[in-house]
Every structure is written in structure tokens, then in C-alpha cells.
């Protein structure tokens, strides 16, 4: 109970962000329509690749000998790098022909 | 300090746009832009990170940007090589990859702390073991899903006997190593932790292998919630505010698909985890159709019924999808409405695989949107309409849903194409769907069935239609 | 320039927490249909009298006989508390009236 | 430690309680429910301001319940006692004090500065007077709209010749003189802050004072979005997030509101603040009524005529408020209903002073909401309506928004009353209304003038029909 307590009171700040972004996900992902909900998913692959930021920190900070830390931060950059491109540029292609059809119609 | 301030601009940037992306594709024509603000938002946030201030560090920027083309490559190329077809598989894959960088970003970390390199707080040291677990489970849960997806997978092959009841004592013995973990500190050792890994990723795997292949969609886009939820306690773990949010806009998107897929289906998110209808095992005998006769319908038949009809409803299923077949119904469609005959297509919101489906497919081959109606819209246009052309479609066109309720999918709304005066369903043989139920439909007076792969058989009708 | 920088950064928390709550507001809002429009001002009001706390604090922290700041504190409170008070009652009596036609009708 | 985490706890629950609340304010059904969600979340942060940990401190708690008392009880009963027609009034006066109390604690903390006994970064004093300043502007703006509103002052007496110059003028000075103060630091001096927030109080009411009385609907919208802002930076200055999202909350609110009502009268903001229309002083040439002739209709034959129509659609406007004439369209209505007459109503958005104004009122009376018809609905109706029943309105139900391009309010969606068998039309006299211009529907062939205070009318109109 003393760790929770202390450990919320020194990530407050973050728990506050957690908080709002919730409640903001849930509201604004709510309004996505069906016809998009296979590109939200796509998207969503590519927002999850937001992990990649945690994967360049590791990796900056790793000693230039330590190849541990240099194959795992690679590993990490290359599977957060695929998340990242594959998921923008697969919905990017969804939703390309979704505007094409809007035009012929 | 000049650099940090920017940097943190920067960061506060990539949030925000992750959001507006989001709410920008709350509507088609705004649904491209919001994408490329939230790529643009996420380019921002990598060079911040790039560059952010950190001291005299060695940096490494040739592995990253190693990394990075090896990786950017490897996304683009599938991107554009994959089939939408094939978009569950590839989601679910990037679920995976998304799930596995955090596992090794936990993992570093924990190293770290075993090493005596750095000291955690209990607080920490749970964010870092969530982020282990749940990027565990995300990662090796979608790598099965894809299998079973791709079909390289059977489910008898994966589930034994009681495997709900063991794993849900996987589940507990993994909570509690790590609560014991928590509480033994530096002492648990990293082997150990290492060994919680393992049954992590023995968890997903074994989480997911129960799951009924077909309920596969539902499991994908919790998963997908699952890899958000692994990015946000790493950015706990990291203090990095952008992926905090990002990983729980990813989880909040992920739990309401999840949670409108169940709806749609009219079942419960535990009826799909612990193994309902899904499983292709146990439908066996309630597929069996009895000694109830389909009455086909000739090919010729069926293109001169088209041809002279006013009113024809598509009601596009998963099988349009395994045939690749959106082209041909395109085809088909254009050379319908040039003989003056009015075409619709009624979209099912679980029809296919994915939400959202057949949206994608129709959209791939350029049908106009305004010609694809919803659940209601559909049923209204069905009722007036002379012919519905199931193509490959089964259990959302399913009668049983509305009249029989020992059914399992009783209470799940359909498409009512048997209020059509005729209905002309194309598919492969008598095999039921992904529930794995016989469906009464092709038993009515109005109903005729034209056998065979969709692709082919509306080939076929092209062809007819054309040479009268 | 540089005091600006060095406020954004000492209060790096604090504008997340706005921008959060600024995209959050709008979304939410968005969402209040013409017919609430007057119990949601009145609503608002009720909520602006959150500088309320702001008072308190004030006042928790004044000397007993720095009359200055016990005045201020006062008013501040009673100022905050009409608002509080008076808003959420009048938005309360508002809205009971659209729940009775509810039944009513 | 413990007690900190309780509060923060605390004050945490009631900054989502705010939230959560203002989103069931999104339908009518849990609506009360929002507000009484967002009540207690207030409860909660006041109690945890009342006890959070803050060393030892004199805490003067008699002082801090004595004003909870005093204020909660005029709160209380002032919103008891409000009449629902005076709700604009009533908002405004609490915008004011919003406003009063972030100048408060604004000038108390400056005065802390400037004695010496605190010390502030330049950004923390710019939130300080950003607080003292939109506060000050909150306040007397909201003073002179009460009173406009309730016909306190008269436009004219309080506008001078070159009025927006002078305003411009004054806020480029209030904006140079905070600028020189915040680069002067402690030097400027608790007195010329004083000074600035003399000026901020007079220029509060100088912004306010050539708006025409009429739109004060939107500066009071807007006021409410500044009461919040000012709320938003005191809790900046106090470092109190609750504040902080509580004042944003209603920021975002007042401008979403003040936006919608601009664009429901088609006119930009700056038009409004810049003083259009809306001042009754320059609309008297445009009012006049030329030489047509208005057509009178008795008591009796609007009665007789109202009794024996099969469908009534009546438009409330402005006046209805204004002669509080709610209770009296109820019991017409039943009495109506009674004889087999259907009765509905048109609600115009900006029909009143506030939106959503007819609403509440007629709610007050009890009548259904599904009686309620928007505009696009209301059009429909009374495209088949035997008689429209015009009671008190007027702009929004002139058709020289639709057909005269030169009319001020040209473009502005309105109430096509003049499309229903006959139009009667109660108001006491052929003088405009807010938007100070004649209404060429007053003159059409089948429109009737029934002149009177509306309640007045209506209760006669009852009382004839009940004689038949
Ligand atoms: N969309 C989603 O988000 C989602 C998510 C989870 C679950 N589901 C479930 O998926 C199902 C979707 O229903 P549905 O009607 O679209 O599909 P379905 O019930 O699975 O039926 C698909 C039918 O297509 C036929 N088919 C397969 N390959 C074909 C080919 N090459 N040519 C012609 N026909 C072919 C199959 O019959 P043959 O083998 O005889 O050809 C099968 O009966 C629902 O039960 C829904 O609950 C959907
Ligand atoms: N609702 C909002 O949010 C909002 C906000 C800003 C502006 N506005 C503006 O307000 C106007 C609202 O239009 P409206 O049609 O409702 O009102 P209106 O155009 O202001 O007309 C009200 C009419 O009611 C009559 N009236 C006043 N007291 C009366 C009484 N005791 N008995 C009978 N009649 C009485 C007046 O004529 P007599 O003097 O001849 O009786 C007047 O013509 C629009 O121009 C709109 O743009 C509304």
C-alpha cells in the first residue's frame, strides 16, 4: 500500500495524462465509423509503434561496446520501424481508395 | 535547455497529432489526412527522440538509423505488397511486432536493474513487468492468430484437454511469480525474470490456441489493444509522455472494436476466450442439413434473371473476400446498371473478417460508397428488391438468428435477403460458415444456389450476361 | 525567449494537462445537443466556481490577523461559493424539468 | 504522505467527475445525472482543498466555512427563486463573480510579489495578470450585460461617438502597460498593478457597452468562456490541476457555444462584438412598415379558426419569454389536444435570448419533447399545418432571410411559417425585434395580426374556446 501510494504520488503527473488521454481515446475513437474500422486498426498498428521512441533512447545510451544493448535496441528499432512505416503507408493505401471512390461517385 | 524546450515542443506536437489523426478519421473524406497528421505526428517524434538532449552519450545513430531502413523497408514493402484480403494477418502480425519491441525494451531494462546498473522503485519495477507480459502475450497470441488466420493452423492441433482450466492456472502462477518477483527485488535475479518471460510468451501462445480460428477477428483486435497497453507501460517505464499516449490511444481502439465486434455478434468477449461456436470441432452436427434439399440454379438462369430484373441487392460475405472476387462484382455491377438495372450492396457490420471488411474490399474496387447501405438501409432495399445475390456470404444472412432461439447465433441482427422475391446464393458447397451452422436460407422456396468459387462462377455471369 | 522556454519546460505537466483537457473539452462539449445548450452554461458556471479551491488555499495559508488576505479570502469564497452553489441548483432545477416530461410523455 | 495521496486521489476523481459529467450532459436522459456527477465532484476537490496536507498553517477554517455558508446560501436561493425566463440575467451575474473571485486571488498573490513576501518567475507572473486581467473583463462585462438584459441601461447612453476605436486603443495600452509590468518585475509595484486592474475593470465594461443589447446572448457566452479562462490561469498560479481543467472545461464550452450561436444567426463574431445590428439605435429607418397594411384577426375567429383546424404548429419566440406566457401555450395546447387538434412546435435555435432558451421554458411547462420539433422537422410540419401560431417571435420566422439579399439577417435559416394554411401572429405592436428590422411575413395574405401581451392573448384565446 506505501508503494502504490508513493508510487502515484511521484507519477502524478503521468496518471493525470493517463487519465485524460482514456477518457479522450474512448470519445474520439467512438466516433470512427464501421466503414473505417479496418483502417483504424492499421492506424492503431502504426500509432503502437510509438515504441520505437523507447528503442532509440536504449539505444543512444548503450555503450558503442556493449552489444547487448546494441542488438536488442536494434531488434527493438527494426520491429517499432516496420510498425511504424507498414501501418501508416497500409492504411494510406486503404484510404487512398476510399478517396478515389468519393471522386468517381 | 534551448534543445530540451524544443525536443518537449516536439514531443507535445506528436500527442496532439496522434489525437487529431484519430479524430479526423471519424469521416472518409477526412480519413487520409488524419493518417498522414498522425504519421507526420510520429516522424516529429522520432527525430525529437533522435535528438533530444542526454548528455555526453555515445548515441549510436548508425545503428539507429540502421535500424530504422531495415525496418522501413521491411513495412513499406509489405505494405503495399499485401492483399486487403489478407488485412486481419497483417494486423495481426504488426500487433505482434509492436508487442515484441516491448518485450525487449522491458527486458534491457530489467537487465539493467539485475546488473546492479540501475535502482527501481516496486512501482518501476511492476510498469516494466507489465510491459514484459502484456508485449509477451501480444507478441506470441498474434503470431498464432496469423497462423490459424492463414490457415497454417488447425485449432484441434493446438488446444488440449481442459486447456481453459489451465490457463487459467498458467495465468495465476505467472501473477504470482511476479508479485513474488515485486517483492524479492534485486534478488529475484534476471534468469528468473527471464523465466517469467517465458511462460509469458508460453501464455499467449496457448491464451489464443483455444480460440475458435474464426473468432480470430475479435482476438486480433484485442490483441491490438493488448500492444497498446505494452507501448504505454514502457512509456511509463521510459517517462515518455508521447508513448504513454499513443499506447493508450492504440488501447483504447482496440477495447471498443473488440467490444463492437462481440456486440454485433451478439456474444459475450468470455464466450469468445474460453472457445464458443467458433471452434470448427464441435460444429460438426449442427451443420448437418438434414433431409431438407437446396434447389440449384443453372448459370444461364441465373444471368437472365439479372438481366431482366429492376432491383438487385450484393450482399458481399467473407467469401468475396477468400475469392478475391471484388473486381468481378464490380464488373458485374457496372454491366448491370448500363442494362438499366439499380444495384446496392447491403454490408453487414461482422460480415467478412474484420470490422469493416468489406468496406475495404468494395472501396479496393472502387464502388462507390453511396451504393452501400447498413444493416437497416439494406433490409429496407431488400424487402423492395427482385433479386439478393449472396456472394459468399452465410451466417449474416442467417434466418435462424431471428427465428430460432436455441440457434447460437439467435439474437445477432442479419440481413433479411430471403424478404427479396428471389435469392440467388453463390458459394462453394453446403459447408456452413464461421459459425458452423446449417443455414435455413438455402432451404426456402425463393432460394437458389449456384455452386462454386465466387470469382468464378461471377466470371462466369459476366460472360452470360454479355452475350445476351 | 528564454523565460518563455524555461516556463514551458518548469511547467511541462501542467500543458499537457491543458492541451489534453483543451481537445477533451471541445470533443465533450461538441456532443451537447441545442436543447441543453442552457443547462449546459449554467453547468459551466457551476464548474467555473472551481476557483473556489484557489480561495481556500488562500485562505488556509493567511495569518489570523492579516485582515488583507482573511477579506480577500472571504470574498473570494463567497464569490466562488455563489457560483458553485447556485449553479449546479439552477442546473439541477432545469434539468428536472426535462426528466418529468420524460415521464409524462 | 497519506493524507497527500487522499487529496491527490481527490482531486484526481473530481477532475474526471467534471469531465464524466459534462459528457452525460449529452442527452436528456442522463443529463441530471451528469450534473449531479459533476456537483459531487466539486464536493469532493472543495473537501480535499479544505484538508490537504500543507504544513502547519493557521488554516482559518471558521473564515472558510463562514463565506461557504453565506455564499451557498445566496447561490441557493437566488437559483431557487429564478424565474426560467431570466436564466440570461442569471448566467451573466455568475460569469461576474467567476470573474470577481480570479481577480481576487490574482491581486492577492500579486500583492504577496510586490511586498516582497513571495517570489515569481516572469511566466508565473504573466499567468498572475493574465488571471487579474480576463477576470476584471469577466467582471464589469458582465455587470453591463446584466444590466442590459434586464433594461437596466439603455445602449445608448453607454456608447460613445468612435467606441471600438477607443477600445482598440484601450486594450493595445492594457496589453503594453502588463508587457512594461512584466519586464519590470518587482519594480513596477502593487499600485501601478492596481492601476492596470482599474483599467481591465474599465475596459470590461467599454468592450461591452456598444454591443447592441440584443447580443447579449453571445457575450454572455463568451463571458462564460473568459470566467473560465480566468479560472484556468488562477489555477495555473496555484499549481492546482483540478482548477486548471474545471476553468478549460468551461473555456471550451463558452466558445463552442458563442461559435454555434454566431453561425445559427449567420454573422461572425467580430460583427457581433463590433456592434451590428443587434443596437436598437440605427434600425429604426429599416423598421419602418412603408405603406402596407398588416391584417388584424379577432379574438373569436382565431379561436373559431383554431378549433376547428386539424393540425397547429406553434412558433414561440423571444416574447413568449418575455410575457412568460409558457404555462398558458400548456394549457392551450391540451385544450386543443382535447378537441382533436395536433399540436406541435417549432423551435428555432437561437428563438429567445440564450440557445436552447424555448426548450427549458416550454420544459418548465411540462410540455413532451417529442411535441419539439427542429427547425428541418418543423419545416415539414408546417408545410402541412392548417394554422402556425406565432407567439412573441419574429426574426425567426421572417422570410427576407431567405428571398432578400440586402436584409441583415440575409442567409439565416428560419421557421417557413408562411407556408402553413394561416399564419396568426401575437405580439403587442408592429415594432421589430432583436434584429431591429420589419417582417414582410407580418403582411402576407394569409398571415393575422393578433395584438397584445402574449399571455394575456392566450389566456383569452383559452378561455374562448372553452366557451365553444
Ligand atoms: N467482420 C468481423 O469483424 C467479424 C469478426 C468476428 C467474427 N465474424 C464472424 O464472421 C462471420 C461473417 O459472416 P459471413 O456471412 O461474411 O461469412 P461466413 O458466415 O463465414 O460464411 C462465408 C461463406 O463463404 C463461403 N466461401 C468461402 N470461400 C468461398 C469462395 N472462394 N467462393 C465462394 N464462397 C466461398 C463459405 O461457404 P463454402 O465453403 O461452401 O464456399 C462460407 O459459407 C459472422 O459469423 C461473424 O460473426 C466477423
Ligand atoms: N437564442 C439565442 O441564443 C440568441 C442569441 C443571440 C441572439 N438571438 C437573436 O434573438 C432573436 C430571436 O428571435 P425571436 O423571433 O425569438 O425574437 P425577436 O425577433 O426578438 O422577436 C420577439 C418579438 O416578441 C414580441 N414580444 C415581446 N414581448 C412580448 C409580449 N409580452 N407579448 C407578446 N409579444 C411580445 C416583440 O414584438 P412586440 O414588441 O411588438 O410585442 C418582438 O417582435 C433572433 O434574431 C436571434 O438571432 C438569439
Redesign the interface.
Known sequence: ME??????????????????????????????????????????????????????????????DDY???T???????????????????????????????K?? | MTLDFFTDIAFLAGAIAFVWGLRLLSSPDTARRGNIIAGLGMGIAILAAMFQPMGTVPNNYLWIVGGMVVGGIAGWISARKVQMTAMPQMVSIFNGLGGACAVVLASAELYYFYDGQTALSMGELLILYLALLIGAVAFTGSMLAFAKLQGLVNDRKVTLPYHNILNLIMLAVLLGLTVYALMQGKAFGFNMAMLILALGLIYGFSFVAPIGGADMPVVISLLNSFSGLSAASAGFAYDSRIMIVGGILVGASGTILTILMCEAMNRSLLNVLIGGFGSSGKAGPAGAAGDQVAKEVSLTDAAIQLFYSNSVVIVPGYGLAVAQAQMVVKELDALLEANGVNVKYGIHPVAGRMPGHMNVLLAEADIPYDKLLDLDAANEALAQADIAVVVGANDVVNPAAETDPSSPIYGMPVLQVWKAKNVIVLKRSMNPGYAGIQNPLFFMDNTRMLFGDAKDTLNKLVQEIKNM
Chains 1, 3 share one sequence.
Not at chain 1, 41 to 52: D, E, K, P, T
Not at chain 1, 78 to 91: D, E, H, I, R, S
Open positions: 508503494t502504490i501510494m508513493s508510487f502515484f504520488e511521484e507519477n502524478l503527473e503521468m496518471i493525470y495524462l493517463l487519465a485524460f488521454t482514456i477518457l479522450l481515446g474512448f470519445e474520439v475513437i467512438s466516433k470512427v465509423p464501421t466503414v473505417l474500422h479496418t483502417p483504424l486498426m492499421s492506424g492503431a498498428n502504426a500509432i503502437s509503434g510509438v515504441v520505437i521512441i523507447g528503442a532509440i533512447l536504449l539505444m543512444r545510451r548503450a555503450a558503442p547487448l544493448t546494441l536488442l535496441g536494434f531488434i527493438g528499432i527494426v520491429l517499432g520501424m516496420v510498425n511504424v512505416a507498414g501501418g501508416f503507408a497500409v492504411t494510406d493505401r486503404m484510404l487512398e481508395m476510399f478517396k478515389k471512390k468519393k468517381n461517385a
